[in-house]
């Protein structure tokens, strides 16, 4: 079984540009995740879609991060534009639809290293 | 609002010796509870969840946990450590969104 694809692997970039990551999330799995995880900290949830909606985004600094999941597949996530303190990880996963209201094990891919200089 | 805890920032043990550590959660309702492990420069790794039933229960590489309902804990174990075991290590609960701890680095000496 193929696992959850992220690209690219690394990004850098200058302040103030912007940056688009990918993901494709094993197939079969309505949920999928996008984690921002800084040098040190455990992983912090940006958006939660079920499905192509959103389940939960309270954490996605929404004026200037957006992402979307087209037909309920694939998942690009979007910085525009981008700050000092956005150099990060960020990671994908997915995992099978909720069991009784709540989410199964989760599947990460190997997460874009993003350095914004 | 869920959260998860992770007292240690580091714990250390030698080889061969049995290992322990410690995650605590708060979350409304039945806890669906996850332990990950992360080498460097990869991705997360799932190594064994609690979701109801027996209170211990046992994963990949030879770990197992342990969840105590009255202690609202879910700590991670293993009879007998390998260097290979060392990395980082996270807690996460679930129930409509899943929430992650800061952390635990193992570091297992020879």
């Known amino acids: 079984e193929a696992g959850v694809a992220q690209s690219p692997r690394y990004k850098i970039i200058e302040k103030r540009q912007s940056v688009a990551f990918w993901c494709n999330p094993i197939?079969?799995?309505?949920?999928l995740y996008w984690y921002q995880q800084i040098l040190g900290q455990g992983p912090k949830l940006l958006i939660q879609?079920?499905?192509?909606?959103?389940?939960?985004d309270s954490q996605l600094p929404k004026d200037r991060f957006s992402a979307e999941r087209l037909k309920g597949v694939d998942s690009t996530l979007k910085i525009q534009p981008a700050k000092l303190e956005d150099s990060a990880v960020y990671l994908c996963?997915?995992?099978?639809?909720?069991?009784?209201?709540?989410?199964?094990?989760?599947?990460f891919g190997q997460g874009t290293r993003l350095t914004v200089v | 609002a869920q959260s998860v805890a992770q007292p240690e920032d580091q714990v250390n043990v030698a080889e061969g010796n049995p290992l322990t550590v410690k995650c605590t959660y708060s979350?409304?309702?039945?806890?669906?509870l996850f332990w990950y492990v992360q080498y460097p420069n990869r991705g997360l790794q799932f190594l064994l969840k609690?979701?109801?039933?027996?209170?211990l229960v046992k994963g990949s590489y030879g770990f197992e946990a342990e969840f105590n309902k009255s202690q609202t804990s879910f700590h991670l174990k293993k009879p007998s450590a390998l260097v290979s075991d060392s990395a980082l290590y996270f807690c996460?609960?679930?129930?409509?969104?899943?929430?992650f701890g800061k952390g635990t680095m193992l570091l297992v000496s020879p």
């Open positions: 996963a997915s995992s099978l639809s909720t069991v009784r209201g709540a989410t199964t094990e989760a599947f």
């Open positions: 197939s079969g799995h309505a949920t």
């Open positions: 879609f079920q499905n192509n909606g959103v389940v939960d």
């Open positions: 979350v409304s309702g039945n806890p669906y």
């Open positions: 609690y979701i109801t039933g027996d209170n």
């Open positions: 996460a609960v679930s129930r409509r969104t899943l929430t």
